[in-house]
């Protein structure tokens, strides 16, 4: 079936550093990714959609200057989180769907803790 | 805009059957899903369903949709101490890909 990875599962960084995420698909082709964030004891919030050759579309308060997006090929898309503080650190799951199925399959996630 | 709401917490005894319920806003949603999350791990694909159908089993689960109240339930029969964890019901936007999540339930299993 469907898988998507993602790396690191879980990172500790200093506040001011940059941390990059990767989501990938492991045995389908992904157009579309998306990203969201995850705080403790809450419901995952979409944060972007990953476009395959193409810019991200970002939802509503979500600064596109700090997290970028990059979806350089159609297995893999990359979060950057740029000058990372405090509040941002969560969990961050990416999500892919098979073009050929309606499945919308997740990652195993990524803890972000910034210190 | 598009809403999710799900009540936060179910207990249950073990080999009993649990009902989480789910009602949403969007009624051009194509498809509706559940997914299941561990402490600490991604979110697991239970089961979901179409639009246009009001029911669909698969195994112990049973998903039954109403579209004219935008009302999901998930049953899960016989629950045991595994299926202890956090459930969120889930709406497809359209055809953007986007889910929309409801807050979550959490279920208890006791023994």
């Known amino acids: 079936g469907a898988v998507v990875s993602q790396h690191p599962s879980w990172v500790i960084c200093k506040s001011g550093t940059s941390v990059k995420i990767e989501c990938r698909s492991l045995?389908?082709?992904?157009?579309?990714m998306f990203w969201y964030r995850q705080f403790p004891k809450q419901s995952l919030m979409l944060m972007a959609t990953?476009?395959?050759?193409?810019?991200?579309?970002?939802e509503q308060g979500v600064e596109k200057d700090k997290f970028l997006i990059n979806h350089a090929s159609l297995t893999l898309s990359t979060l950057t989180v740029t000058s990372a503080h405090p509040e941002d650190s969560s969990f961050y799951i990416c999500?892919?769907?098979?073009?050929?199925?309606?499945?919308?399959?997740f990652g195993p996630g990524t803890r972000l803790t910034v210190t | 805009g598009e809403d999710v709401e799900q009540s936060l917490f179910l207990s249950v005894r073990e080999g009993d059957s649990s009902v989480i319920n789910c009602t949403y806003t969007?009624?051009?949603?194509?498809?509706l899903y559940w997914y299941k999350q561990e402490p600490g791990a991604g979110l697991q694909l239970l089961t979901y369903?179409?639009?246009?159908?009001d029911m669909k089993q698969d195994q112990r689960l049973t998903v039954l949709l109403n579209k004219k109240d935008k009302h999901l339930s998930l049953r899960i029969a016989d629950t045991q101490t595994g299926d202890s964890a956090i459930y969120f019901c889930?709406?497809?936007?359209?055809?953007?890909?986007?889910?929309?999540f409801g807050q979550g339930t959490t279920l208890q299993v006791k023994p």
């Open positions: 990953s476009n395959e050759g193409s810019k991200a579309t970002y």
């Open positions: 969007d009624s051009s949603s194509t498809y």
């Open positions: 889930a709406e497809s936007i359209s055809n953007t890909g986007k889910l929309i």
């Open positions: 045995d389908f082709q992904a157009t579309t």
């Open positions: 999500s892919a769907r098979d073009r050929l199925s309606v499945k919308m399959v």
């Open positions: 369903i179409f639009s246009n159908m």
